[in-house]
C-alpha cells in the first residue's frame, strides 16, 4: 500500500515571499503520478501542478514548481511571489498507474497562511 | 459545462436515519469516485466505479452503497447513518484520457 506523509501541519510566509511545503511518500511502484491540491477556505479541491515520476524535469506552473527526487521519494512544492490568494490547506496526493487510470492517496494535508 | 454537481451542500442527519448523496458529470467522464474528508485529514477513497454498472470499493467502504446506472449520476447512499460518518464528502470525475480528477463542491454531513 502507497503512503504519503505531510510532516508539516501549517506554515505562514509573507506575501510575495517564496515558501516550501514538504512531502514524501512511499512505495514498491515505479511508474505513478504524483499531484498538489489546493483546497481554499471554499472547500474546492483545485489541482495545482501534477508530476509523471518517469519524467526527470521537474513540473512548472507559473508561480508553481515542484522538486521531484524519486529516489528519496521527495515531492516539494515551491510557490514563488506568494499571494494572499494562496491562503489554503494544500494537499499531497499520489496515484498508482493500473491500467487506464487509478485512485489517489493523500496526505493530511498542510494549511499555509500568507500574510500581507 | 457545470462540472461536477454534488447535492446537497449540507445536511443533518439523525443516528440511524438514512440518505442518498448526490453527484453528477456532464463530462461523459467514465470514471467516477467518492471520497470523504475527516477534519484535519486528507480525503480517502470510499467507492469508485469505472463505468455505468461497474463499482468498487475504495479504502473505507463500510457503512455505505453506490450504484452506477448511467455515466452521469454516482450517487452515494448512507444507511443507518453513524456519528463517525460526520465528515465532508466529495465526488469526483476523470477521463479515459487523463488521470486528472475534477472534484466537485463537496457535502458537510453531520450525524448527531
Known amino acids: 500500500a502507497q503512503t504519503v506523509t505531510q510532516s508539516q501541519p501549517e506554515m505562514s510566509v509573507q506575501e510575495a515571499e517564496t515558501v516550501t511545503l514538504s512531502c514524501t511518500y512511499d512505495t514498491s511502484e515505479s511508474n505513478y503520478y504524483l499531484f498538489w491540491y489546493k483546497q481554499p477556505p471554499s472547500r474546492q479541491m483545485i489541482l495545482v501542478i501534477r508530476q509523471e515520476a518517469y519524467k526527470q524535469q521537474n513540473a512548472t506552473e507559473n508561480r508553481f514548481s515542484v522538486n521531484f527526487q524519486k529516489a528519496a521519494k521527495s515531492f516539494s512544492l515551491k510557490i514563488s511571489d506568494s499571494q494572499l490568494g494562496d491562503t489554503a490547506m494544500y494537499f499531497c496526493a499520489f496515484m498508482k498507474l493500473t491500467g487506464a487510470n487509478s485512485k489517489l492517496t493523500f496526505g493530511k494535508g498542510i494549511t499555509l497562511s500568507v500574510r500581507p | 459545462n457545470a462540472g461536477v454537481t454534488q447535492t446537497p451542500k449540507f445536511r443533518i442527519l439523525k443516528i440511524g436515519q438514512s440518505m442518498t448523496l448526490q453527484c453528477a458529470q456532464d463530462m461523459n467522464h467514465n470514471y467516477m469516485y467518492w471520497y470523504r474528508q475527516d477534519p484535519g485529514m486528507g480525503l480517502k477513497l470510499i467507492y469508485y466505479?469505472?463505468?455505468?454498472?461497474?463499482?468498487d470499493k475504495g479504502e473505507v467502504p463500510n457503512g455505505y452503497n453506490v450504484s452506477r446506472s448511467t455515466t452521469e449520476d454516482f450517487p452515494l447512499r448512507l444507511e443507518l447513518a453513524a456519528p463517525s460518518q460526520t465528515s465532508v464528502y466529495f465526488c469526483a470525475s476523470s477521463g479515459d484520457d487523463s488521470y486528472e480528477q475534477y472534484f466537485g463542491p463537496g457535502t458537510r454531513l453531520t450525524v448527531t
Open positions: 466505479s469505472v463505468g455505468a454498472g461497474i463499482t
